[in-house]
């Protein structure tokens, strides 16, 4: 019963990521930075996301979580405005968004790597 549960903190964890991400977008969103349709297309995603790696049952699943945090993430890094916007170049409320955006997808990054890894190295237990 104890590994079981050790199974899901990283799980728990990436979900956790991914809503964080999806705050910092808000963050982002509300400091006036500008997004092509409304509401932004990363919340929507990143929000979706973490609802699938909550509630899917299968032992990959975590490992969509990692993606979505390094898709966000490599979108920060090509953005032309992700790094400035990191900086305070636009101002503290922007830099306080993205910051927490770029926290967020990365701890949804590598808890769901850690959870994908734990899951296929410790098989289901079965319910006696």
């Known amino acids: 019963m ?6 899901v903190v990283p799980r728990t964890v990436t979900v956790v990521g991914l809503v964080v991400g999806s705050l910092g977008i808000a963050v982002l969103w509300a400091s006036g930075v500008r997004f092509p349709v409304y509401p932004p297309p990363g919340i929507v995603i990143l929000l979706v996301g973490a ?6 049952p299968w032992r990959w699943v975590p ?4 993606f979505l945090g390094l898709f966000v993430f490599v979108g920060f890094l090509i953005s032309p405005t992700g790094l400035p916007n990191l900086l305070g170049w636009a101002g503290t409320s922007v830099a306080i968004g993205q910051g ?8 949804a990054l590598i808890a769901g790597v850690t959870a994908t890894r734990a899951n296929y190295r ?7």
């Not at 609802?51 to 899917?56: D, P, W």
């Not at 410790?122 to 006696?128: I, R």
Request: glycine share 10%.
């Open 63 to 66: 490992g969509v979580g990692a």
């Open 51 to 56: 609802l699938f790696v909550r509630l899917a």
């Open 122 to 128: 410790n098989p289901a237990q079965t319910s006696q």
């Open 100 to 107: 927490v955006q770029v926290i967020g997808v990365l701890t």
């Open 2 to 7: 104890k590994a079981k549960r050790l199974l």
